[in-house]
């Protein structure tokens, strides 16, 4: 169901309309996506929140082929995404939002985030961010597999393929925050 409602844009202050737009992913859960963009001075926001609640989870999928580049990734707004063969951890900050994507569409993220880091790098930091961009293309095009994983506490996030494992996960509180291990 599609809703646009009125708002004041956080940053100018100008009425702006959000966009509220609810869809349900086969397999998963229904979604709510949330859009906005101010016509005075730009600020945008999107945002993607699942709408059921669910035990912590981990997520595992091998990506060997074409075909599972395409594997559907919901990461919610506290979902954590791992690519071990490449060293990469997409942590979720203070400003994060959810998103739902495809395996290709996180590569590509990762891509665009060795890209931007390229800019400050120096000396062998330079070689090694090339060495990765390469890595990330080979597994764009299947020539390498490589391994997506997603961790998330609220257990919101998830992938959707017959390939992906799913792993309950054991929160444990401590003092700075949370710890999470995966259940035996």
Known sequence: ??????????????????????????????????SGVCPDCGFRVTDTMVLNDREPCRWEMK????????????????????????????????????????????LLRAEDAVRRALTSCEGEEIQTALELLEQIELARKSEIPVTVIITDPSGNSGIVSSKAVRTKLDVEAEPDGCTIHPLA
């Open 63 to 106: 990506v060997e082929t074409p075909d599972d580049l395409n594997a559907r990734v919901v990461r919610s707004m506290q979902g954590e995404i791992d690519i071990p063969e490449f060293g990469i951890n997409i942590h979720p900050g203070p400003a994060c939002s959810g998103f739902v994507s495809n395996v290709e569409g996180i």
């Open 1 to 34: 169901m599609r809703q646009v409602v009125p708002g004041p844009c956080p940053d100018c202050g100008k009425d702006i309309e959000y966009i509220y737009d609810t869809e349900n992913i086969p397999y998963f859960s229904d979604i709510l996506l949330l």
